[in-house]
């Protein structure tokens, strides 16, 4: 069982930037690819951002392309996702997902490891 463990979220001012992290102290964290998901209450859950396990290839969510940036580093067994240029709309609770294959997907389902989620709330 991986345990992930996000930080950040609050609130920011629309216009702002925010930093997620996910912690994984696994020592296969290196090997698994890593997604962020978004899901507002009683709405379907969201792809944000994708990485594969060297994180040498992402993906995004072309509601966020350009303004959020997905990164890791496996010395710390992190992934990151920085957000700029938020958004009210980008107002949801934020989740981190593992998935035990070197390669990302973007469906949720296709992730075997979830952290608790994180709120991010951005005003107007």
């Known amino acids: 069982q991986v345990q992930l463990v996000g930080t950040g979220g609050g609130l920011v001012q629309a216009g702002g930037s925010m930093r997620l992290s996910c912690a994984a102290p696994?020592?296969?964290?290196?090997?698994?690819?890593m997604g962020w998901f978004r899901q507002a209450p009683g709405k379907e859950r969201e792809f944000v951002a994708a990485?594969?396990?060297?994180?040498?290839?992402?993906y995004y969510a072309d509601s966020v392309k350009g303004r959020f940036h997905i990164s890791r580093d496996n010395a710390k067994n992190t992934v990151y996702l920085q957000m700029n240029s938020l958004k009210p709309e980008d107002t949801f609770v934020y989740y981190c997902?593992?998935?035990?294959?070197?390669?990302?997907?973007?469906?949720?389902?296709?992730?075997?490891?979830w952290g608790q989620g994180t709120q991010v709330t951005v005003s107007s």
């Open positions: 696994e020592r296969t964290f290196s090997s698994y690819a």
């Open positions: 997902a593992a998935r035990a294959d070197t390669d990302y997907r973007l469906r949720g389902e296709e992730y075997d490891y």
């Open positions: 990485i594969n396990w060297s994180g040498g290839s992402t």
